[in-house]
Structure formats: C-alpha cells, structure tokens
C-alpha cells in the first residue's frame, strides 16, 4: 500500500529565508502524481506545487520549488524568500495514475519568524 | 466568484442525528471529492465522483452516503452521528476523467461538531 510520511511536524524559518520541507512516500507504481498543498488557519487546501512522476524536471512555481528524487522516493518543498504569508500547514500528497488511490501526508506546520 | 462551496461552514449537533453538507462546484469539472480531516489535521479521502458515478469508495462507515444529482454538487449524507464523525469536511473537484490526474481545488471546509 501506498504511504505518504512528513517526518517533521513543525518548522521555523526567518522572514526572507529559505526553508525546505521533506516529504518521502512509498508505492509500487512507476506512474504517478505528487502535490504540495497549503492549509493556512482559514482552513482552506491551497495547491502550492504538482509534479508528474514520469518527469525528470523538477517543478518550480514562482518561490516554490521541489527536489524530486524518484529512485529514493523523495518530494521536498522548498520555499525560498520565506514571507509571513507561507505560514501554514504544508501536506504532501501522492496520488496514482489511475486516479483510485489518494494518500496526504500528515503535514508539517510552518511557522514564519519576522 | 467562489469556484468550490461548501454549505453549512460550521455544523453542530447532537449525536445521533442525521445531517447533510452541501458542495457545489463552479468549475465545470467532472470529479468531485469528499475528505475528511481529523483533530491531528491527518487528511483522508472518503469519496471521489466522476460524472455522477462512484470512482473512490474508500472504507468509511455506511452511515456516510455521498449523493451526486449532477456533475456539479455532491452532498454528503451522515446518518446516526456519532462522536468520532467531529472532524472538517472538505469538498474537491478536479477537471478530467476518473483517472484524476489534474489538480484538486478544495471547498473552505465544513466543521462539523457532533456532541
């Protein structure tokens, strides 16, 4: 079965820093999707990032950014310039080809510093 | 324009009840989710739509019925509440087939608070 792990629940980072946020899964697929979502306290799942498995290059959104390591299973988020803005609940997720399976990560809580 | 709703926000009520959460999408898109999100802010699917027809049915309690009149709303039905349903709802929709691969847009939540 496919799993989604965030193993830092909470990180600081100062205003204008940079911050990267780690994400690891586990699936036996070679097709997939993986996304970065943001939960700010309003509550709402905001789409910060999405990269196709089956592409080498990494996905880049404006600060956002991602380090995708497919052989070791690895989709980090980082965000550069981090803004007071960025601080949120982050959740990786993965997502089959076949659209059947969708698993969130637990999440890491950013906390921006001023 | 508010491209995912969801109607109530907040929910209320006595265990035992019977209570539905409204999600409408604007998008024009064919896939339609629901997940819920517990106290740990863990975040799981429940359900997926496309077109009117169940695509995801992952292992919820049968209290919990999605309905979909049409490709732009699916309710979610729970019937006999029960403490452990406290949690936030979220709608999504994606646009595409079944298979899903295109982005999920998320609905504000719905907190809803059994007692």
Redesign the interface.
């Known amino acids: 079965a496919q799993t989604v792990t965030q193993s830092q629940p909470e990180m600081s980072v100062q205003e204008a820093e940079t911050v990267t946020l780690s994400c690891t899964y586990d699936t036996s697929e070679s097709d997939y999707y993986l996304f970065w979502y943001k939960q700010p306290p309003s509550r709402q799942m905001i789409l910060v990032i999405r990269q196709e498995a089956y592409k080498q290059q990494n996905a880049t959104e404006n600060r956002f950014s991602v380090n995708f390591q497919k052989a070791a299973k690895s989709f980090s988020l980082k965000i550069s310039d981090s803004q007071l803005g960025d601080a949120a609940m982050y959740f990786c997720a993965y997502r089959s080809a076949s659209g059947d399976k969708i698993i969130f990560g637990k999440g890491t809580r950013l906390h921006i510093l001023p | 324009d508010t491209a995912v709703s969801q109607t109530p926000k907040y929910l209320v009520t006595q265990m035992g009840n019977d209570k539905s959460i409204k999600c409408e999408q604007n998008l024009g898109h064919d896939?339609m989710?629901w997940y819920k999100q517990d106290s740990?802010?863990?975040?799981?699917?429940m359900f997926?739509y496309n077109n009117k027809e169940l695509?995801?049915n992952e292992t919820v309690p049968n209290r919990f019925s999605p309905k979909s009149p049409d490709k732009a709303h699916l309710n979610l039905h729970i019937n006999s509440l029960e403490l452990g349903d406290s949690a936030?709802y979220?709608c999504?929709s994606s646009q595409g087939d079944?298979?899903?691969?295109d982005?999920?847009?998320?609905?504000?939540?719905t907190?809803l608070t059994v007692l």
């Open positions: 896939t989710y740990k802010k863990f975040l799981k699917i997926s695509i995801i936030v979220f999504a079944w298979r899903g691969t982005t999920q847009y998320f609905g504000p939540g907190r």
